[in-house]
């Protein structure tokens, strides 16, 4: 099956306000007009094509926005100044006082403390379940549920949502199916396969060079204008405007991402593949064993692989700290946590990015003490760069050392 938003996206073709191969950058807050009469009609949010403030939209922005678009197949995106600020916004928008969410449990830990200790000052709470079980997704549901929210492939431990299932129980039920696409870009069409709205972590791999810090929520029209409301819209309201001059060069960066995802996962998939074969416990939903495999093949385009984030299990923190120090000196990549840069990053997510989740619960989700989350870099070499991590775990002695020493 071929992949329709990557055509679109190549697709659009800006040209530069002097003929330059990129679109010129707005380097400005706010817009003049011509007449009195158009500012007031740009207020009221019917005045096409008119910029009005740079909170609401600049060019730049909108066109990111409608790259993202294209890439997602929505009718439009609207970007943000992080993935967060675009999770908030959708929530913000969507649910009330009063209001619940039925969330998957294992989310990015921002995410779940977002939900679990932020929103319920505004008496909006949330369950957190396990996104395989349908049943007890759909016996969550209640009368005040707003939407379903979950991850395409889940932090840190790759659980892979069936987001067409889910979508026809959000459908069912009325409410939107929301979700965070950060660790799937192209590998998983999240909308086409019925989400209704889409978020992005734009820092991860659709920038690609962890350089900044941006978020997207792709979705209807309807929806994205909503948050653009100057009387009542989260995205205008709550201020996390991305800067122009960002949103320019996230979408130069956004041109390569096709080339970029199908290695990422074409490296991570041989790593996986060897470190389970030398015994090691390793999470990767491109492996057979793993659970989500099967939903993984079902609902994503070969082309661009199971992407990038695996884990491997080294048996305690202690190795594993010292396991990731020494991949750092070896220069295999760097202890660091968040994603989808060139060069590998490598943390405990037990320790960094979920340990907003408390430790019992981790545990519940089967997020174990030496559990190492990588996201595999474009290393031209892989199977140097496995030799060598092999080195590293033979030193200390989470793998045996073998006789035979491969020497390629
Ligand atoms: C990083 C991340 C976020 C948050 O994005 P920021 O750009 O850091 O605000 C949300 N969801 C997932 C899955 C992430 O990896």
Do not use: W
């Amino acid at each position: 099956m071929h992949h329709k938003g990557i055509d679109k996206l190549h697709d659009l073709h800006y040209f530069g306000e002097f003929g330059g191969v990129n679109p010129s950058i707005s380097d400005s807050s706010t817009y003049t007009f011509l007449s009195a009469k158009t500012m007031f009609d740009t207020f009221e949010g019917n005045t096409e094509g008119c910029y009005l403030y740079s909170r609401h939209s600049s060019p730049s922005n909108l066109y990111l926005g409608e790259a993202l678009a294209a890439l997602e197949g929505t009718e439009a995106a609207n970007v943000f100044a992080s993935g967060m600020g675009a999770i908030a916004g959708v929530v913000m928008q969507i649910c009330n006082s009063g209001d619940q969410i039925v969330s998957s449990r294992t989310i990015y830990g921002g995410t779940y403390a977002l939900f679990k200790n932020f929103l319920p000052k505004f008496d909006i709470n949330s369950v957190f379940k396990d996104i395989t079980n349908l049943k007890a997704i759909e016996n969550s549901i209640t009368a005040n549920t707003k939407m379903i929210y979950c991850e395409a492939v889940s932090n840190p431990l790759l659980e892979v949502a069936d987001i067409a299932a889910l979508s026809k129980l959000a459908k069912k039920y009325g409410i939107p199916l929301v979700v965070d696409n950060t660790f799937s870009p192209l590998s998983i069409p999240a909308a086409e396969l019925g989400a209704d709205i889409v978020i992005h972590s734009l820092t991860k791999f659709i920038n690609g060079s962890s350089d900044c810090v941006a978020g997207a929520v792709c979705g209807s029209s309807a929806f994205c204008l909503s948050l653009k409301d100057v009387n009542d819209g989260a995205g205008m309201l709550l201020g996390s405007t991305l800067d122009s001059l960002r949103a320019a060069s996230i979408l130069k960066n956004m041109r390569t991402l096709h080339i970029r995802i199908k290695k990422h996962s074409e490296n991570a998939l041989f790593l996986a593949s060897k470190f389970e074969a030398d015994g090691l416990k390793v999470v990767y939903p491109g492996l057979a064993s793993h659970p989500g495999n099967k939903t993984m093949k079902r609902q994503m385009h070969e082309a661009y692989g199971f992407g990038g984030l695996m884990t491997v299990d080294v048996g305690s923190l202690e190795k594993a700290n010292a396991l990731m120090e020494m991949m750092q000196k070896a220069n295999l990549g760097y202890l660091a946590v968040s994603l989808g840069f060139y060069k590998t990053l490598f943390s405990a997510p037990g320790t960094s990015t979920s340990s907003e989740i408390p430790l019992e619960e981790q545990k519940a989700m089967g997020l174990s003490d030496g559990l190492i989350r990588f996201s595999v870099g474009l290393d031209q070499n892989i199977e140097h760069t496995y030799q060598k991590m092999k080195g590293c775990m033979q030193r200390l002695g989470i793998l045996a050392s073998d006789s035979v020493l491969s020497t390629s």
